[in-house]
């Protein structure tokens, strides 16, 4: 039997971004707030380097608002660069006043927070819980939230389509993984705030799930996205067949890790000044060139040379993981390979996170806010996310007594749909979508492997379309069809820059454009 819920806020997502938005709005509203899988997993649980926030005295809004700009490589849209900057003391207080314990200098509870270095910064500027700061602050906020008698969690409900009425979004449908029905979630203000799509690579640091579903969501909904062809493959993912998502923080070569071939030659200093704490794209890139180059199946990130005692109070998780699979980090250089990390476009927002269609709202990594450019600096994604679910919350909270409560809308529409007699079409679409984009869209890209990539995904979406429109749904098919979908605004976006610029590099647009814009696609009415 089809439910349906009424709320005043629905979220979608239990990352940094929804959670904060969730408690901001809690103390006035009732806010239901849904995750696929249970509500830790997601990237923000995952995050380890820390928080990019500008909190020492010597450093300045100007220089963490300059450095943004010159990782963005000339595409950030500055207003925003400004806004989330100037709001990231604010943001960081208000987690503090949640409850979560950042590193202090050492362990001092009295002194001044750790902060530490990565790669673009001009100064230490992250704050951080050891090397698992994102786990901090979800089970801070989660906890935070779940005495809130206003937010109820659904645990384990996958959105499937947002709710369309007079071209107003008035909720959407969700299937209940565990009833194995649709159910419809109805609110004044519907909020996406559900993460990357990294996950439409072969290769990524993410968890599983990261498959891009507001985006495509919110495209079927007609949102104007933006950007997408900017993804940001991490140069340091731990290259080991029991751990291909475990990420190896930029924050190890920001406390003086260095990059080394299999012969010990370091090789960062011939590619950029910078060497080791060059922007991401430009660390990725010279990876990828040396792999290629010599045929190696990865290159090494040694951090051994540092005392054991400062590796391990710095890096318990990343020590330990590695421990586990017989690297010891104290001593051995650790095999890294880059994989995909982060999606730098999505759903245009403005500053009060509305997008572009009345009724929605959308927050974090989900977006395209214009502070990311060509290339995010690191740790200005939990950033963002603070920032601009903070300011979400004044935009609802102030609107909510003029919007009228919404129609019910009609039940999900099962009559024309049978059980599929097999999966097959949906592992095997998945695979071919992850290999495709790894092999043609990646790092490296060239008109003709983008045009090969089009045209693949083109019949494997008119498949995944034949399949939705006969078989009931099912949470890898809602996956797989907003994947597609994901993967074709990619190539679109990459096929439309005709120029290189920070991770969007095209062996035959090898220079930069004097006047960039920014790709801003809008879906056929
Ligand atoms: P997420 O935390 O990814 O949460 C997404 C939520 O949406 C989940 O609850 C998921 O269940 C839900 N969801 C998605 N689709 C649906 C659907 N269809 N139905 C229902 N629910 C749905 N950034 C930094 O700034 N600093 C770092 O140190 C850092 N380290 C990182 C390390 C790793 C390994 C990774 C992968 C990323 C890291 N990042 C870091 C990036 C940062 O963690 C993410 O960008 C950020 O956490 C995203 O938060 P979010 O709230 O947007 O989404
Ligand atoms: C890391 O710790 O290297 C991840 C930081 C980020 O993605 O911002």
């Not at 990782?71 to 604010?90: I, M, P, W």
């Not at 060497?275 to 180059?293: N, T």
């Not at 090494?300 to 017989?326: A, E, R, V, W």
């Not at 690297?327 to 250089?333: F, S």
């Amino acid at each position: 039997m089809n439910r349906h819920y009424l709320y005043d806020t629905i979220i979608i997502g239990t990352g940094a971004s929804g959670l904060s938005l969730a408690l901001s709005l809690a103390k006035t509203l009732k806010v239901a707030i849904i995750s696929k899988n249970n509500a830790q997993q997601g990237s923000t649980y995952y995050a380890q380097g820390g928080i990019a926030a500008v909190l020492d005295n010597k450093d300045s809004y100007e220089l963490h608002i300059s450095d943004t700009m010159v990782a963005g490589a000339g595409l950030c849209q500055k207003d925003a660069v400004k806004f989330t900057v100037e709001n990231s003391k604010d943001a960081i207080s208000w987690l503090i006043n949640q409850g979560v314990e950042f590193d202090r200098e050492q362990d001092n509870p009295h002194k001044d927070f750790h902060l530490t270095q990565e790669g673009g910064h001009s100064h230490r500027r992250i704050i951080h819980a050891a090397d698992a700061t994102g786990k901090a602050v979800s089970t801070t906020l989660i906890e935070q939230a779940a005495k809130e008698p206003n937010i109820t969690f659904f645990e384990n409900h996958i959105a499937i389509d947002l709710i369309k009425n007079n071209g107003e979004i008035t909720g959407a449908y969700i299937l209940d993984r565990k009833r194995n029905e649709v159910d419809c979630f109805q609110a004044k203000f519907t909020v996406l705030a559900t993460g990357g799509a990294s996950k439409v690579y072969l290769y990524s640091t993410n968890p599983e799930g990261n498959s891009g579903d507001g985006i495509a969501m919110a495209w079927r909904g007609g949102c104007k996205v933006a950007n997408m062809e900017f993804n940001q493959f991490h140069p340091t993912c731990l290259y080991h067949p029991k751990a291909s998502s475990f990420l190896i923080s930029e924050a190890v070569r920001g406390e003086g890790g260095l990059l080394r071939l299999p012969n010990g030659k370091r090789f960062m200093p011939d590619f950029d000044d910078r060497a080791e704490l060059a922007p991401r794209d430009i660390v990725a890139r010279a990876i990828d060139h040396e792999m290629k180059r010599l045929g190696l199946d990865c290159v090494y990130l040694d951090i051994s040379h540092k005392p054991k005692d400062f590796i391990k109070q710095h890096f318990p998780t990343i020590y330990q993981t590695c421990l586990d699979l017989g690297i010891d980090i104290t001593k051995d250089p650790i095999p890294v390979v880059p994989a995909a990390h982060y999606t730098c476009g999505g759903i245009v927002i403005d500053q009060y996170g509305c997008t572009s269609v009345p009724g929605l709202l959308a927050a974090g990594e989900t977006t395209f806010t214009g502070l990311h450019g060509a290339n995010r600096m690191a740790s200005n994604s939990l950033l963002e996310c603070l920032v601009y679910a903070r300011s979400a919350s004044q935009y609802i909270l102030q609107q909510f007594d003029q919007k009228e409560t919404p129609a019910p809308a009609p039940n999900w529409d099962e009559s024309r749909v049978s059980e599929p007699k097999e999966q097959i079409t949906i592992s095997h679409s998945w695979h071919e979508i992850r290999q495709v984009m790894w092999d043609y869209v990646g790092i490296v890209r060239s008109n003709k492997r983008l045009e090969r990539a089009k045209k693949r995904i083109q019949i494997i979406k008119e498949e995944v379309n034949d399949f939705y429109g006969h078989y009931r749904i099912n949470s890898d098919l809602i996956e797989l069809r907003n994947l597609v979908i994901v993967a074709e605004l990619i190539i679109d976006s990459a096929i439309s820059r005709k120029e290189s610029r920070g991770l969007h590099f095209n062996l035959d647009y090898p220079e930069a454009k004097s006047n960039p814009d920014d790709t801003i696609l809008t879906p056929e009415a």
